[in-house]
Every structure is written in C-alpha cells, then in structure tokens.
C-alpha cells in the first residue's frame, strides 16, 4: 500500500514571495490533515478535511495560509505572502475515517525556508 | 482543552540499557492517546496507541505503553535499547474539539550509545 505522497520534499523562498506544497493521501482515506511542524516542537494542526469539507481550520492563518482539497483526494496548502516565521516543516497526514482513535498516518513533510 | 506534556527533551541511554519516556496528559473527557517516532528528514510513524481496551499497550519495535489514570500518564518503554531506536518521540492526544486532530507534545530526542 503506497503511503501519503507529499511534494516537493525541500523549498527555499524569499519573504514575501507565495509557495505551494502538495499532498496525495493513501487511496480510500476520508480525512486529511496538514500540520506545522516548527524546529524543536511538536506538530500543529492547520486545517483538517473530511473528503472535500472542512471540518477544523481554527489554527490557520487564514491572512495569508489557504487550503483546498479538491475532489476529495489530494489536497494543497498555499502560503501568500510568505513570512520568515513560516519556516517549519508541513505535514500532511491521512485516515481512513474521523474516529478519535483513528489512525494517522503521515508524509514525509516538505521542509519550507523563508530567507 | 487537551494538552501533552514530555519531561525531558533528551533522553541517553546505552544500547541494551531501559528505555523510559515520560508523557503525562491534561483531558476534561477520557483520552486517546498516542505514541509516534520520527526518523530524520521522514515523517511520523505510529508506535502504540491507547484507545481503552487495554491499558497496557505493545507497539512496534518491542515497545509498550501504560495508561494509568490515577497518574495522568502514558509512559513509553523498552526493556532493551538498539541503536536503531535512536530517533525523536512524540506523545499526542486527540483533540476534543472540531475535528480530530492530534495534539502533541515537543517531543523527547533518544540517543543510544554502544
């Protein structure tokens, strides 16, 4: 079974400028998560999709962070305009359904730094 | 609202020495709660979980977890190091609000030495 596909792996941009990260979850799985993960922390839920809904974006900066999960598969995550503080690395993690005891299963992050 | 706490950003051990870190949670409603590694440059991949059928809980890679609630903890264990448990540990809860998303702690860094 393949796992969650995220590009690309590595990003380098200036303040200011706007980036996208992509993200394929495994085949069949309801729901999907982007996370923030900065150097020395733990993970920090974005935005949360149940197939093409949004269920919780409390936590995204919606100023200048956007979301969209077309179709119910892959999903996107934009930054416009970029911050220094953004720099992390962004997790997209996939489950089968919602269940609090669900599994979550993760990407492999696409390291964002904002020079 | 749910929160983790890891005691100890670095934990050293020998390898076939105990392994042992610490998560202790906050929960106004009963929790679930996690146990992932991170190798470096990858993403997370889950080791145990308690989802109150059992409160001891066996993992991958011979580790185990107890939940005990008197204590508020969910301690993470492996009675043997290896060197290839060297890796960061994150403890999570799921959240109890909107969605279902993990909270999780800062994470415990394990070294192993020969």
């Known amino acids: 079974e393949a796992g969650v596909a995220q590009s690309p792996r590595y990003k380098i941009i200036e303040k200011r400028q706007s980036v996208a990260f992509w993200c394929n979850p495994i085949s069949g799985h309801a729901t999907l998560y982007w996370y923030q993960q900065i150097l020395g922390q733990g993970p920090k839920l974005l935005i949360q999709?149940?197939?093409?809904?949004?269920?919780?974006d409390s936590q995204l900066p919606k100023d200048r962070f956007s979301a969209e999960r077309l179709k119910g598969v892959d999903s996107t995550l934009k930054i416009q305009p970029a911050k220094l503080e953004d720099s992390a690395v962004y997790l997209c993690a996939s489950s089968l359904m919602q269940g609090r005891t669900d599994t979550q299963y993760f990407g492999p992050g696409t390291r964002l730094t904002v020079l | 609202a749910q929160s983790v706490t890891q005691l100890g950003s670095h934990v050293s051990v020998s390898e076939g020495a105990l392994v042992l870190l610490r998560c202790n949670y906050s929960?106004?409603?009963?929790?679930?709660l996690f146990w992932y590694v991170q190798y470096p440059n990858q993403g997370l991949q889950l080791l145990l979980k308690?989802?109150?059928?059992?409160?001891l809980v066996k993992g991958i890679n011979g580790f185990e977890a107890e939940f005990k609630k008197s204590e508020t903890s969910f301690h993470l264990t492996k009675p043997s190091a290896h060197m290839s448990d060297a890796a960061e540990y994150f403890c999570?809860?799921?959240?109890?609000?909107?969605?279902?998303?993990?909270?999780f702690g800062k994470g415990t860094t394990l070294s192993v030495s020969s």
């Open positions: 308690y989802t109150s059928a059992a409160t």
């Open positions: 929960s106004s409603v009963p929790p679930y």
């Open positions: 999709f149940q197939n093409n809904g949004v269920v919780d």
């Open positions: 999570a809860v799921t959240s109890n609000q909107a969605g279902t998303a993990l909270i």
